[in-house]
């Protein structure tokens, strides 16, 4: 297929409608051949390396006249970046029958209204319609997609559109076991179940609910109706099932499952914080050190998941890394929450109401062209690609001595009204949009952009008088000579050949008054420059590595990790920055944090100045060090 669509250019509206019919059958021809019998059974879609065998030269010479002359990719489903969204995620209800600690608060979450949420009617009318304009997959998920009455009957419907190629369920297995005959008679062909333990009673501290023999019935259940592979999602959270990850891979030896370890994202209500996030990078060198063959498996094409396979074993595992390496490029995605909003990225706050344009008598030309403007709006990635942009992997940062901010309830980057402020509300998956808020001195709410670890039982606020046992607080020994000068008092560098190599941490912040006016655009990312705190964190990150050459005397220093943080302070209209830096060496690591701090607040002026010239940086300061003879210093 070629044409203008493929470089990221929109087909004018008008026009696209007006495309022959002929196209859109020949389309829908092509996708519906590849579904396979109306029975209902799981259907294997061939891989990009196996392409599917015509039974018959005459088919095959079809076929290759049909593919030649298929019409392009939707307009309306393509944004300005060129990717075409065939994937449709539809969430069924917003209940869930269990409390997964990293998903939810435990008392639950106010629900929307019945009467708000998408009729059974309603989702299939905005199904067919996706088709239509080219979505061969849906996946259906919730809150827990199979307490829904009619889901049954949901499944049969879809099973019905011309081109739906994939319909796909995600859920926690509790009902799986009873009602996976019938869906699979419905059409049901893929299956996502949601299992982050092996362990019963570690299974119940989890999800807060018994069912964990329930679970299993319904992955077995899975594997004898022939479903292949049964995707099986595992969070992996230091400190509580980690420790299970070879359990895990060895399901694979003799069933035909995916296990799919998914890095553990933050979450309004799960007390998210970086010390329980295991990186993909941590997990595959464990389950390497056990099976050294582990080889890689090509990625299809808009995949999440990276595959791998030991020889031999039936199965194979997967990482959804959602944290430490994004995948934005290729995401092909859209979704549609219980209340009917349309989503065109999880980790955004931009929702478009399509009930209520539904219910309004919107025709499907009008629907059609308020989908394609928000599919228009999609950026690049999401807010949550830079929320911790660093050098080194994640996972090395459980070796953080102190945890200077506090996570509490997150929130997004606008003010949501309750009813789409829990993300769990939407989707099955975890929430992975860090805005957050912590506390300062004063108490009032901040919004955040990345954190450092928290303590796994009692959140601590940066106020006055706080002070962590295991950082002194106050100034270390000093010197009562400047280093930086010879016997004759001119500028020199520091000779630290003889200094001992040790672990050196510094900290540093800055703050940026910008006004009401620009801080209102950076806080909704409006700024016609772009993303202002994204570039602001890389800039912040390329200024640590380059201190020595913007600081005369400074020694080059091999960092091992660079992290900058942002928080939007909306009673000041600041940005709060903190820049933290670590090395191994013989000396220590504040210039770097400082010039970190620094150039971020410079970069965040510069991508302000057309708005404002009344900015002030200010507040340039050594928030901590560790490490090195003269001692530790950790400001009041």
């Given at each position: 297929m070629g044409g203008p669509l493929e470089t990221g250019c929109f087909l004018p509206f008008a026009?696209?409608?007006a495309a022959p019919s002929a196209f859109r059958m020949l389309r829908r021809f092509l996708k519906s051949s590849a579904r396979g019998c109306s029975s209902g059974a799981p259907?294997?879609?061939?891989?990009?390396?196996e392409p599917s065998r015509p039974s018959g030269e005459g088919l095959s010479t079809r076929l290759q006249f049909l593919q030649a002359h298929a019409a392009p990719f939707s307009a309306f489903l393509t944004d300005s970046f060129g990717r075409q969204h065939s994937y449709l995620r539809i969430s069924l209800t917003e209940k869930c029958n269990l409390r997964c600690r990293y998903c939810m608060p435990e008392e639950g979450v106010s629900l929307t209204p019945k009467a708000d949420l998408l009729t059974a009617e309603e989702i299939l009318t905005l199904a067919r319609l996706f088709v239509k304009e080219g979505v061969d997959k849906i996946r259906l998920t919730g809150g827990e997609p199979l307490i829904r009455p009619d889901v049954v009957d949901i499944v049969a419907q879809l099973h019905r559109l011309e081109g739906l190629r994939t319909i796909g369920v995600t859920t926690n297995g509790i009902n799986l076991a009873r009602l996976l005959p019938q869906l699979q008679q419905a059409g049901l062909n893929a299956v996502n179940i949601s299992l982050d333990t092996l362990v019963p009673a570690k299974f119940e501290f989890i999800v807060r609910r018994k069912g964990f023999h329930k679970v299993m019935e319904g992955v077995h259940k899975a594997i004898e109706l022939g479903y292949k592979p049964v995707k099986v999602n595992c969070v992996v959270m230091r400190g509580l099932n980690e420790d299970e990850l070879l359990d895990f891979v060895a399901l694979t030896e003799a069933l035909p499952l995916d296990v799919r370890f998914i890095e553990y994202m933050p979450f309004d209500g799960n007390r998210w914080n970086f010390r329980k996030m295991v990186s993909y990078k941590e997990m595959l060198d464990t389950i390497r050190q056990r099976w050294p063959g582990l080889e890689k498996l090509p990625e299809e094409d808009s995949s999440t998941a990276k595959a791998f396979r030991i020889p031999g074993f039936q199965g194979q595992i997967s990482f959804i890394t959602s944290m430490s390496e994004h995948f934005?490029?290729?995401?092909?995605?859209l979704r549609i929450t219980a209340d009917g909003n349309l989503k065109v990225c999880l980790f955004g706050n931009a929702e478009v109401s399509l009930r209520d344009h539904l219910r309004a008598g919107a025709s499907e030309e009008e629907l059609l062209r308020i989908?394609?403007?928000a599919v228009g709006r999609k950026k690049r990635q999401h807010a949550g690609a830079f929320l911790m942009l660093q050098d080194s992997p994640p996972a090395s940062w459980r070796t953080f001595p102190w945890d200077p901010l506090c996570v509490q309830n997150l929130s997004?980057?606008?003010n949501l009204s309750d009813k789409t402020a829990t993300l769990w509300k939407r989707l099955r998956v975890p929430m992975a949009l860090p805005p957050s808020q912590q506390c300062l001195g004063s108490g009032s709410p901040h919004r955040h952009y990345s954190c450092y670890p928290d303590s796994d039982t009692a959140p601590k606020c940066l106020s006055k008088g706080f002070q962590d046992p295991a950082v002194p607080s106050g100034p270390g020994p000093t010197s009562t000579q400047l280093t930086h000068?010879?016997?004759e008092g001119r500028a020199a560098m520091v000779d630290v050949g003889g200094k001992p190599d040790t672990q050196r941490v510094a900290v540093a912040s800055a703050v940026v008054l910008l006004g009401p006016v620009a801080f209102k655009l950076v806080?909704?990312?409006?700024?016609?420059?772009?993303?202002?705190?994204a570039v602001v964190q890389l800039a912040g990150v390329q200024a640590a590595k380059l201190?020595?050459?913007?600081?005369?005397?400074c020694h080059h220093v091999a960092l091992s990790h660079v992290q900058v943080q942002l928080q939007l302070d909306s009673t000041r209209h600041a940005v709060l920055i903190q820049a933290s830096c670590r090395a191994r060496g013989p000396t220590g690591v504040e210039m770097e944090a400082l010039t970190s701090a620094a150039m971020a607040a410079l970069a965040l002026y510069d991508m302000c100045k057309a708005v404002s010239r009344d900015i002030v940086v200010t507040e340039v300061k050594l928030i901590s060090k560790t490490g090195g003879q003269r001692g530790d210093f950790h400001r009041a």
């Open positions: 026009g696209f409608m259907v294997t879609q061939p891989r990009p390396a934005c490029g290729t995401c092909n995605r989908i394609g403007a997004a980057r606008e000068v010879d016997s806080q909704q990312n409006q700024l016609q420059k772009g993303d202002a705190l201190t020595s050459q913007l600081i005369p005397l």
